[in-house]
């Protein structure tokens, strides 16, 4: 006997599902032939208190095959403390050229076709569900009601009885997927059944079937962390099969794993951003949330308006409108990064914009203090342990408009010449193995020029050393684990010979190099350069002989900067130096420094 799904059993959701316009004297509402001229929204009483919900008629308002083409449904307007208990669904808007017309109490609307879709398939047969679906309950032409509407979208969701999460319809043998996670108990039985299910449709293994599935678009949304995280009550639709939030996340985690272990990639999938979470402050958002970890990481994810990649937090800061972060979609791209960055600086997350600094070749006019929100991802931070003792970093407007960074800091050094030059101008790109094998003897040869780094065993030891600087993967801190690392990175430079009984030595050495070159394969070297007091550096920017080296406020590494006016610079990169500078043994004094 097949189970119910899971929102049947959800008394959360069956609460949202009413007998209003069910009633066949009132069928005209549901009637094809009587719909006439495009929707015109009824203007929200109070956008900033008020919200609009969708009543979704059921299948069986629908006399005859022909009116089934066009769903039927009414938009009424509440305050959102006087509501009805309704289901918010977070989807996928797709492709905005793809358009479907709804009837919305006998007038036309467009939505998406992906929209369209997933009402079909969420459609009742005999009952109403009262909904909230973004593009259809905001006003997407009004800019005075769309900002405050998204403002309160953390507020609307996590009110909201029980969300429903629209993966897509069912294909590519996502139902064997959605089977084995309602009903798997992750016994060892379980996983070894996860390895043998057979997928249906042109997939022939399931690691193929996860690794399409994982890949959905809904995955990649920057929106959904608020939309999920907010609500503990919320359930996974797949086609026709559904599955709690916990289970789905649980199995998914198992997963991974295993499409890990058999060589199956898949986007960097942070899956804590999906976990219940309140709302925090801003000041604790950037050091306790475990979901301010996705926004280190949006060259993974995907919004249509790069705005929303900061809006699209607002829901999980409590304290956001304080700090004068609000949703104003007339402002220009830049004006919206600069005033969250200059927020989360006044808040005391200096540390964690640092993270994320690098020059934006899509907004090329942001100071160079304020991240590319849209395409962020973790600098290497080198490894200089000393913070500037009382640092500050606050920022300050300019009279000709603008904003300026004031920091703390410590001159350290001169960048003299470049040695090595990486001209891929992707900042975010990883490093290809054709780049692997130019870049490491450079850096070898360019090692050998100076004191200290005599004979070859120390050469290669340097190089390794300063190589797992550079990563963004976490370099292994068990010596056993270094140690085979280390040894990968001798087969990579072919300085390592296979065993004698090795009957293919350059399958042997192929092998062996794949560690080490996965691991520099994330990190991003641009340059290799020397400076001014005889240090070997490596660079994740384009520096310039001229530039300097610097310590910045309470950072725990080096940053190379170029002086635009005296006194006035912009940020390169993060950088670091072999050997580092012992700031014990020189007086460097330390000054305040204006960043644009």
Known sequence: MARKPCRALKEGYRQTLTSRFTNPTRRRHARTDAVTGTYKYRPLRNPRGCIRLLYLFPRSLSRASQERSILSCMLLNYRIDKAPPY????????????????????????????????????QEKNKTIVLWVDAVCINQQDEAEKGPQVQMMGKTYMQASVVLVWLGPSKDGSDEIMHWIRHSKLKQKDLKDLA????????????????????????????????????????????????????????????????????????????????????????????????ARSLLYAKFLHASEPKDFVYSLLGMISDSEQYQVIVDYTKSVEEVYTNFTAALIKA??????????????????LPSWVPDWSATLVNWTGDHHYRIPDSKAEVCEIDEGGHLLRLSALGVDGIESVEYSHLDNDLSATMSLENICQFLPKLATTLTRFPGADGRDKVDRTVFRMTMKVPRKRAYKSTSKRGELYRSYLATRGLARAPESIEDPETWQAEKSREYISFLESAYVQNIFVTSEGAVGLA??????????????????????????PGQYRIVCPASTNPSTDLTEKDHPIATIEIC
């Open 87 to 122: 289901t918010a669904l977070s989807y996928t808007w797709g492709d905005a050229t793809l358009c479907r017309q709804i009837n919305v109490g006998g007038k036309l609307l467009h939505i998406t076709k992906n929209l369209a879709v997933a009402l079909r398939h969420l």
């Open 196 to 291: 043998k299910l057979s997928p249906s449709e042109r997939l022939r293994t399931l690691p193929e079937a996860m690794a399409v599935f994982l890949a959905r678009p809904w995955f990649s949304r920057v929106w959904v962390t608020q939309e999920v995280a907010l609500n503990k009550n919320v359930i996974f639709v797949c086609g026709r099969k559904d599955v709690w939030k916990n289970a789905f996340l649980t199995r998914i985690l198992v997963a991974a794993d295993i499409l890990h272990s058999t060589g199956n990639e898949t986007f960097p999938f942070h899956f804590g951003r999906f976990q219940n979470h309140r709302p925090f402050g801003l000041k604790e958002y950037t050091t306790a949330s475990p979901v």
């Open 348 to 365: 005391g997350g200096f540390w964690y914009v640092s993270k994320v600094i690098r020059p934006s070749l899509t907004y090329p006019k």
């Open 540 to 565: 994740s920017g384009n520096v310039q002989p001229g530039d300097s080296l610097f310590l910045l406020s309470d950072l725990e590494c080096l940053w190379a900067l170029r002086e635009v006016r």
